[in-house]
Every structure is written in C-alpha cells, then in structure tokens.
C-alpha cells in the first residue's frame, strides 16, 4: 500500500517552455502533498507543501509564480514550472501523507521526474 | 536554526558492519527518519524512531537520542546493493522533514 506516482518520469524541453509534474497518490487519500527538488550530489530541498483545497505554502527563495502548484483533489498534485531555463534543470520528486495511512507521520514518495530544460 | 548533520561518504567492505550518524537541532521533534536513495531515484523508507534506543529491522537498526540530539543507522552484513545514499530527516514541530545532505556509503568487494 501507500504508492505515490509521477509522471513524466522524465522530460526535455526547450527553455522559455512550461512543464507540467503529476503527482498522484494511488492507494490512498493525501491530505499533503510535498513537492522536492534535488540537485547532484545534494540532498532534497522542499519547494512547498499543499494540502487538499488550499493554496500552497512555499518555502523561502521559491518563486510561487514560477513554480505553480495545484491540489485539487486528495489524490492529485501537479507542479507546473512556467518559463523553464536550464537552471530549472534538476530532479523533482512529490511526496504525499496522510493521518491515516500508517501509524507514523510517514511521507511516502513518488518516483521522481528529471528535468531538462536545454 | 535547523540543522541537520550527517557525514558526506563512507566507504566499507562487503560482509561488514557500517555505522552512519546523524546530529540533529530542530524546532521541537517529533521523530527522526533514515531514507536510503539510489543515484537517480527517489528515497525509499528505512526506520522512524520517536523514542530512545535501538529499532532493529532485519540487516538495519536505527537508535535515537533525544537528549543528545542523535541517531545512527547501523548497516551489518553489507552488500553490494547497499551501495546508496542514506537520508537522514528529522520531523519538527510542525511536522516538517528537516533533512540531512545524505551521506554517499560506497561498498567495496
């Protein structure tokens, strides 16, 4: 139980283009979802939390308007980044959690989408 | 601040046994993670631990210590498959993952 998917799983695109990150939780209802980006050779940095229904909550240094982030239902969360540039360019990857899905505040996370922006 | 300290690399050799530590300040707590991560894929569970001591899972065991602010995962009888990076995350008060740079453990034969 508790499987988190993405998709793309990985994508190219041409700078000044927009991309679109799916996040979805397949077996369980995800109250939050987190969105990461990870650098090589670094460790993961939240970019922002949303809960079901409500705006996202970005961390420091993220621009919101340039990472767009939607939760519209418990089981989907997207992440657009608009106007892509290859520093854009890393590894994505969502994380989901819900008060019910084990007995400890577990995030379980999906597989990643790598990002190229050329 | 949060801070979350663990080292960069380790290296050990197959068969062996492998410590890795992990130092932690967070705003309150509410319980520290380990996440191993393959090079190219997301972080996949390990142990959680809320209270002291010593959780053990198999070839993994994690322990924590709250009053000291540390944990470690002890890695025995390693393979070569446990070449990865081990993630370690403490949980704050507002049951936010603070997280470690990862430590990159390198298994030699």
């Known amino acids: 139980g508790a499987v988190v998917s993405q998709h793309p799983s990985r994508v190219i695109c041409k700078s000044g283009t927009s991309v679109k990150i799916e996040c979805r939780s397949l077996d369980f209802q995800a109250t939050t979802m987190f969105w990461y980006r990870q650098f090589p050779k670094q460790s993961l940095m939240l970019m922002a939390t949303s809960n079901e229904g409500s705006k996202a909550t970005y961390e420091q240094g993220v621009e919101k308007d340039k990472f767009l982030i939607n939760h519209a239902s418990l089981t989907l969360s997207t992440l657009t980044v608009t106007s892509a540039h290859p520093e854009d360019s890393s590894f994505y990857i969502c994380s989901a959690s819900s008060p019910t899905s084990g007995s400890f505040p577990e995030q379980f996370f999906g597989p990643g989408t790598r990002l190229t922006v050329l | 601040g949060q801070n979350i300290d663990q080292p960069t690399e380790m290296t050990a050799t197959e068969g062996a046994i492998v410590q890795i530590n992990c130092t932690y300040q967070t705003s309150g707590f509410n319980g520290l993670f380990w996440y191993q991560q393959h090079a190219g894929e997301a972080p996949t569970f390990l142990s959680y631990?809320?209270l002291d001591g010593l959780e053990e899972k198999g070839r993994f065991s994690s322990f924590l210590s709250r009053s000291k602010g540390y944990s470690y995962l002890l890695l025995k009888e390693l393979q070569m498959k446990d070449s990865a990076s081990y993630l370690c995350a403490a949980l704050d008060s507002n049951y936010q993952l603070i997280w470690g740079a990862g430590t990159k453990l390198i298994i030699k034969p």
């Open positions: 631990n809320v």
